[in-house]
């Protein structure tokens, strides 16, 4: 299974700021995913990252707030801006190589707003 | 819109039991489902995928089985050993991006 690798495991950012998480694979992927996990709750996606066009964003979720860019197959990232302490979240990159194949997962980056 | 449920929220059993977590899911129009585990700080770890189309996978001492036209799925865990000790969840897939369930935290104490 692929291999991802997620830059910064963790951060401690000022409000207003921005931070940009870097997701890593080991191998090309087609199909790779943004979610977030708030505190006590479960895993919501944040969107879909599109190699070469613009991610597909859910319902919640906007580029301005969230942008994401996927140069090529193995790399994507993802930015919070404008951080408030409502987006203190674990966030997590994923990959899937086939519709039923097994989707896999970074270690997440744990963002905390002062 | 899909919804996932996961019971218990938490569970504490002593080393050496058997074990079930229960996992359902609103719109049986799914593709496949997966069970994970996430320890503290940690990441997912993808323990069985069960393809729509299948009753159960197993891997080791764990065996998930799929009720699919119910939206039930179950997740057993034999001969539990303090290391199992993490949070498991569900999720499912009617594309690719997957729909979670809030997750069970498991204690197994020695």
């Known amino acids: 299974s692929a291999v991802i690798s997620q830059k910064p495991s963790r951060d401690i950012c000022q409000r207003g700021t921005s931070l940009t998480i870097q997701c890593q694979v080991d191998?090309?992927?087609?199909?790779m995913f943004w979610y977030r996990q708030q505190p006590g709750q479960s895993l919501t996606l944040i969107a879909t990252a599109n190699q070469g066009s613009e991610a597909t964003y859910e319902s919640g979720f906007v580029i301005d707030k969230f942008p994401i860019s996927r140069p090529n197959l193995t790399f994507s990232t993802l930015t919070v801006s404008n951080l408030s302490p409502e987006d203190s979240s674990i966030y997590l990159c994923?990959?899937?190589?086939?519709?039923?194949?097994?989707?896999?997962f970074g270690d997440g980056t744990r963002l905390s707003i002062l | 819109k899909q919804e996932v449920t996961q019971i218990p929220a938490a569970l504490s059993v002593p080393e050496g039991e058997n074990l079930v977590l229960n996992c359902s899911f609103t719109?049986?129009?799914?593709?496949?489902l997966q069970w994970f585990r996430q320890d503290p700080g940690k990441g997912l770890t993808s323990l069985l995928l069960?393809?729509?189309?299948?009753r159960e996978q197993t891997s080791g001492r764990l065996n998930a089985s799929l009720d699919k036209s119910s939206g039930r799925s179950t997740l057993y865990i034999a001969a539990s050993q303090p290391g199992d000790s993490a949070t498991y969840l569900c999720?499912?897939?009617?594309?690719?991006?997957?729909?979670f369930g809030k997750g069970t935290s498991l204690l197994v104490t020695p």
């Open positions: 191998s090309q992927v087609t199909m």
């Open positions: 069960i393809q729509s189309s299948q």
């Open positions: 719109d049986s129009a799914i593709y496949n």
């Open positions: 999720a499912v897939t009617q594309g690719y991006a997957l729909n």
């Open positions: 994923s990959v899937v190589e086939g519709r039923n194949q097994p989707q896999h």
